[in-house]
């Protein structure tokens, strides 16, 4: 990382050492009002006094370890209901939940309504036709 894309102008090519020691208004984003503001509250005049600052290290302590947190036994205990909800409900068996393409019809259909099968309505017709022409001759 090339240093002078965090500090300003004045400070471009300065040592680390020279750096660790310049006022914190030498960091780019960081006003002379809001150095001043760090000093009255914090007491911290340099760039090194803000590195050693304490709420500096635990924020970028807990910032470290939050990536690295393991789930507490109550999350994990939710994500195991969670994982056996959609186990119930998504079978890995079922076909729809391996590819979403297929589709599988456990018992066929009696008897295909003709309304809806446009495609063989005529032979549905004749059949019916031959049903009840047989059906009045039983009578």
């Known amino acids: 990382m090339n240093i002078d894309t965090v500090v ?24 002379a009002k809001d150095a001043k503001a760090l000093a009255q ?5 340099s760039i090194r006094d803000l590195a050693k600052l304490e709420f500096v290290k635990w924020a970028a302590a807990i910032t470290t ?3 690295h947190e393991q789930e507490t036994p109550e999350e994990q205990a939710k994500e195991t209901l969670l994982d056996g909800g959609l186990e119930m409900t998504f079978p890995a ?8 393409g297929i589709t599988r019809i456990e018992v066929p259909p009696d008897m295909v309504n003709a ?23 039983a009578t």
């Open 41 to 45: 509250a914090f007491n911290v005049h």
């Open 93 to 100: 068996s079922d076909p729809l939940s391996v590819d979403a």
């Open 115 to 137: 309304h809806d099968d446009h495609q063989h309505a005529a032979q549905v017709e004749e059949c019916t036709k031959a049903g009840h022409k047989e059906e009045a001759a």
């Open 65 to 67: 370890l939050a990536e």
């Open 8 to 31: 300003d102008k004045e400070y471009l090519g300065m040592s680390f050492r020279a750096l660790a020691d310049a006022p914190t208004s030498a960091l780019r984003g960081l006003s």
